[in-house]
């Protein structure tokens, strides 16, 4: 009734494609990005520098991670350590050609991760299902290992982490402690729109229709002409190059400076649980999967003082961790196919509503 | 799929976005002290009694004075769990409140909030731990690392080991082995290290423990076995302590020549390896006991009356101390900003005043309750760390003694090195702030 | 010239002028590789059976140990505690197969495995809420396991065995050859064996997959007691045990997912393996090499053997 598409038709091919063919899709997407250009005007810091930044930062991550295990079927746990090689990338160039535009130098650092992706993704060849996520392990604790080890990355700092100098973009300051958080938010929201849209049409693409097709069966791929080492290596280098962006923004837009732990193991698996809780194969689950595994911990964090009740800092800590298991297990037994499923349920419940069929 | 899961789900989230709102109302007449602590995660028992400690006494400062100078404290801890991430939410989640001073209580925590400090005008206190470097008060104004910095806890230990060995131009030729958490932490002593090793011609073996491998250990201590170094010091942190004191004893290396920081002077580092542990040595700056007058006050009023999470045998280990001696200088600093602008609620911008002019005789430490307690403390505006003195504690299998005196740190070997980091410091992130903020006169 | 030195012939030279050591090295490897197979046994088993990656094995250890001390603290009889960890580990497992595994049944395994993290997460809170989050001494006392060390003379030089580590090493192969033993010898154990070979041709010829799961999660349970009392011992008791459970993923795609033997042999491997290189070669590179040394043994082998030492041959069909 309410997300009815009669009466819309379609007299074009290009029309029929589109990735949001209804009118009411086109509106809500509308709205959403409405709402989330003008949300600095009416949102406090607080939200804005510790709720949003973050989630659209760990949304890019959770897009990169999904290009390569939703829709390539690849397992990787690498995720927190490709994010790091973007951020040092970012670093290094920006330290040794400061006049270069920052924006500049956070995508090119994620051709840099793309590279290391693109390597250590040539086991694939040969390895899948779980033992690949744990051959990714070994890229992980490698890696992991050369942020701490080689100084040259992190310019000889003697606390050994990477600290964000102040860069310019048009006169504004957009990185360094003095970047206000709307600076930085709409340099973040900017970036994530676009690259949300390159993967989107890279997905409804002839990339991603390999992609999915090496998901579903790799054997039966190759044999209708896929060749698996480019389809395969070139995920990796897709994914790692969008991990890379979200990693170098995590530094530079939200942190401010990292020491080689922002890039551990539990990174990976966060961001493994938001594309698994949001929808394997699905950008918007990326979306919602980074809001429920991001948000809810700080929501439950937050939360209790709100409600008025006092309870140790301690306290809520270990019930935060309890309800983010528990809600883990009902939303997977809810919906194994994650929130991004449970979204087009609701979409075609809201389509008969009021009536059940 | 069923309706009734999905309206269920759709409750949860909503009910969690709605709870993002969080509100910032706050009562004016109390001064809002936000301790960013971790009770949990594989660092907690380290963390635990300084967190008990930090809070304790404040809240003693609440129950017996009302406070400080007639305004309540309102204590307010954040779990941080060792984790820079949920770190820098606490701070984003307290900025907002006017928080008197920022306790980050974690390396990798002060590193992201230095930069911070001076745009929010919030004082960060990093009390001996986090950046040497931020002891240079023209370049740092605003982040204080009292009483001692890493670089002094070495040159500390050297002088130490020296003595032992008969003067420190008897250390050439000795082998000193160097352990610790390989983390931004572990690798700061490092520079001045090879500095000292070169001054006195004394060798050094490096031995990094990841924070994965910190409960094993055991290719670090066969290689300590192999080297035979003859004095070992160690820069660990959480559980890493405990489990180097365990492998050292196995080993069979010599307790009374392994050496740590302060950070591994807690009762649990030692306790674990039980009688083995005996003859272990690490530096520490705050007496442990209970038997000083604040700390009975706090066994009185706060742990006696249920209002703090601390078992009561805990009271007065030697950590707990340390958290205590954290919460004298905040206590003091309040103090001391409320004399010097005559408000009674201060902020975070009155309270670095307070800070810089910082200046515990002991005289004052007496008047505190905490008569031999510290070492005299003394901060002023070019110096934020203040270089204090240190004494060396020895496990005697079931408590710590003080086996040395107040060892004075290499100021004439560690303040060109800090004066040097702060440069390099300032040179790498260009559009650092020039230093405007005025200096008091000392109180 | 020096580096080829320093890689190719300085630590064998090493190794022959100091045998004692290289003994040493080989000793703690075996020990801490027998340790490592431990926390792999506990994924093996429940894989085995129900094709679940149990990623709160190292969880399991944990609440496991704390249980057991949280227990005797609390005033019980060690031997008691012991008793009342076990069923607790029984009630775990039973609340995990009726909670978690059975409302799950039939989903891909990515989805399982996410479960598991849900239940890691829900062991981190609750054990941290109940216990507290300092750390634990064993009770290696109360359960009468040795203490000290004795060094025996050879090669020129002397070689130190902990009591403890004899013991461990014994536990844990007696608890392998038991193990070993159930699944092939006892009427439950062939049950697993079917089922892990076919949930439905199991479920056909009349075996009840939920008491299954609950005896594996059981076995891993026990599994996951022994490993915590004996880390426990060797550090103590507190959570940062859990990322020793990383430890045993390479373990694992060593030796095969399936396969017991392959856990115990890809724990000796990996556990020589990453102590002699650190040991030896670890200098070169400023040490600190076994955060990930076994991640690359293990990709070597798994380069050569896509499916492990001893695991099932994978075949692929279209």
Not at chain 1, 151 to 171: C, D, H, K, M, T
Not at chain 2, 112 to 138: C, E, F, R, T
Not at chain 2, 369 to 376: H, K, M, Q, R
Request: aromatic share 12%; net charge neutral.
């Amino acid at each position: 009734m309410l997300y009815r598409e009669a009466g819309q038709f379609k007299t074009s091919y290009a029309s029929d494609q589109a990735i949001f063919p209804i009118l009411q899709d086109r509106i809500g997407i509308v709205v959403i990005l409405a709402v989330a250009f003008t949300l600095p005007l009416y949102a406090d810091d607080f939200i804005v520098n510790a709720v949003m930044i973050p989630f659209l930062i760990f949304s890019l991550a959770a897009i990169g991670l999904n290009l390569l295990t939703g829709y390539t079927g690849q397992l990787s746990l690498g995720t927190g350590a490709f994010m790091g090689v973007g951020a040092y990338a970012c670093y290094k160039l920006t330290t040794i050609w400061p006049d270069v535009n920052i924006i500049v130098w956070v995508v090119c650092s994620g051709f840099f991760s793309a590279a290391v992706g693109a390597v250590f993704g040539l086991p694939s060849l040969r390895i899948k299902g779980f033992y690949l996520a744990i051959a990714t392990l070994a890229a992980q604790f490698f890696l992991e290992w050369c942020f701490i080890r080689i100084p040259w990355l992190y310019n000889e700092n003697i606390s050994g982490a990477i600290e964000v100098p102040q860069r310019e973009l048009f006169n504004i300051i957009v990185t360094g402690p003095r970047a206000t958080a709307e600076t930085r938010y709409y340099v973040v929201l900017c970036l994530v729109v676009a690259m949300t849209w390159i993967a989107s049409n890279l997905m409804h693409g002839r990339i991603g229709r390999t992609w999915m097709a090496v998901r579903d069966m790799d054997i039966a791929a190759e044999l209708m002409g896929i060749r698996l080492l480019p389809t395969k290596l070139m995920a990796f280098a897709v994914s790692s190059f969008y991990c890379g962006v979200a990693g170098a923004l995590m530094v530079f837009l939200w942190y401010g400076g990292a020491e080689p732990a922002v890039f551990n193991i539990n990174q990976s698996f966060t961001i493994l649980f938001m594309i698994i809780i949001g929808g394997l194969g699905s950008l918007l689950g990326s979306f919602l999967g980074a809001a429920l595994i991001y948000v809810l911990p700080i929501a439950l964090r937050f939360g209790p003082e709100l409600l008025g009740l006092h309870m140790h800092a301690a306290t809520v800590e270990h019930v935060t961790f309890m309800v983010v298991g528990i809600l883990i297990i009902f939303f997977l037994i809810a919906e194994p196919a994650g929130l991004a499923r449970l979204w087009q349920i609701g979409k075609q419940k809201l389509r008969v509503w009021p009536f059940p069929y | 799929m069923k309706t009734k899961q999905l309206c269920v789900a759709i409750a949860c989230a909503g009910l969690m976005a709605s709870a993002v709102y969080a509100s910032k109302a706050q009562a004016e007449d109390s001064i809002y002290v936000p301790l960013l602590t971790y009770r949990t995660g594989p660092y907690a028992n380290s963390g635990i009694p300084i967190a008990n400690g930090m809070h304790d006494y404040l809240a003693m400062l609440n129950e017996r004075d009302g406070g400080i100078g007639g305004v309540k404290l309102n204590i307010e801890e954040c779990e941080t769990g060792y984790d820079t991430k949920k770190g820098v939410e606490c701070y984003e989640s307290i900025k907002g409140k006017n928080p008197a001073v920022v306790n980050p209580w974690s390396t990798g925590i002060t590193l992201q909030l230095i930069p911070k400090a001076g745009v929010d005008k919030i004082p960060i206190l990093s009390m001996a731990y986090g950046l040497s470097a931020a002891a240079v008060g023209k370049d740092f104004p605003w982040v204080f690392n009292p009483p001692a910095t890493y670089w002094d806890g070495m040159s500390m230990i050297i002088k130490y080991i020296g003595g032992k060995t008969g003067g420190l131009d008897k250390l050439k030729g000795k082998t000193v082995g160097f352990i610790f958490l390989d983390a931004g932490y572990g690798r700061e002593p490092i520079p001045l290290l090879e500095q000292l090793a070169k001054d006195y011609g004394f060798k050094v073996k490096l031995y990094a423990v990841a924070g994965k491998e910190m409960q094993d250990q055991s290719s670090q201590w066969l290689a300590v076995r192999r080297d035979r170094p003859d004095w070992m010091i160690m820069w660990g942190w959480g559980a890493m302590n405990p489990t180097a004191v365990k492998r050292a004893a196995e080993n069979g290396y010599p307790m009374d020549h392994f050496i740590s920081v302060w950070w591994g002077g807690g009762e649990d580092d030692a306790r674990p390896a039980g009688a083995q542990a005996k003859g272990y040595l690490t530096l520490n700056f705050a007496v442990p006991g209970e038997k000083f007058p604040a700390i009975e006050a706090i066994m009185k009023d706060v742990v006696g009356k249920g209002k703090s999470q601390t078992p009561k045998d805990k009271v007065g280990e030697s950590h707990y101390n340390k958290g205590v001696y954290n919460s004298v200088m905040i206590a003091e600093a309040i103090r001391n900003a409320q004399k010097l602008t005559g408000k009674k609620v201060v902020t975070g911008e009155d309270v670095r005043r307070g800070l810089e002019t910082m200046h515990i005789t002991a005289a004052r430490w007496k008047e505190l309750g905490l008569d031999g307690f510290a070492a005299p403390l003394n901060i002023t505006c070019a110096d934020h760390s203040g270089h204090q003195p240190a004494y060396m504690q020895q496990w005697d299998g079931a408590k710590w003694v003080k086996v040395s005196d107040w060892i004075q740190p290499m100021t004439d070997k560690v303040g060109p090195m800090l004066d040097a980091a702060a440069k390099e410091y300032v040179e790498k992130n260009s559009g650092w702030p020039k230093r405007t903020e005025a200096c008091d006169k000392a109180m | 010239m020096d580096i080829l030195y320093s890689i190719f012939i300085d630590p064998f030279a090493q190794m022959i002028g100091a045998p004692d050591l290289l003994v040493q090295t080989l000793w703690d490897g075996l020990v801490g590789g027998m340790l490592y197979a431990l926390i792999a046994l506990g994924f093996v088993l429940i894989f085995k059976a129900s094709g679940v990656f149990n990623f709160a094995q190292g969880i399991m250890v944990v609440f496991a140990g704390l249980t057991l001390v949280g227990l005797y603290e609390a005033g019980v009889p060690a031997f008691i505690a012991l008793a009342l960890a076990i069923a607790v580990m029984y009630g775990l497992a039973f609340a995990v197969e009726r909670v978690v595994l059975r409302p799950l049944v039939n989903q891909p395994d990515i989805i399982l495995f996410m479960a598991t993290f849900g239940i890691t997460y829900f062991l981190i809170g609750f054990g941290e809420f109940v216990f507290g989050g300092d750390p634990k001494v064993m009770i290696t006392d109360d359960l009468y396991l040795p203490k000290g060390s004795f060094n025996v003379k050879m090669l020129g030089g002397i070689v130190n065995f902990q009591r403890l580590d004899i013991v461990a090493v014994v536990v844990a192969s007696i608890m392998v050859a038991a193990l070993a033993v159930f699944f092939s010898k006892t009427r439950i154990g062939r049950a697993l064996r079917a089922v892990a070979d076919s949930h439905s041709a199991a479920l056909s010829v009349g075996i009840s997959l939920e008491q299954i799961w609950v005896i594996v999660w059981f076995a891993a349970g026990l599994v996951a007691l022994v490993t915590g009392i004996f880390w426990g011992a060797r550090s103590n008791v507190s959570f940062a045990l859990e990322v020793i459970a990383l430890k045993a993923l390479p373990v694992l795609i060593l030796g095969g997912f399936t396969s017991i033997p392959g856990a115990i042999v890809g724990g000796l491997i990996i556990g020589v393996g990453e102590k002699l290189a650190e040991f030896y070669w670890g200098p070169l590179v400023g040490g600190g090499t076994d955060a990930w040394f076994a991640y690359v043994i293990a990709l070597v082998f798994l380069l050569f053997r896509p499916q492990g030492l001893f695991g099932e041959k994978i075949i692929e069909r279209v």
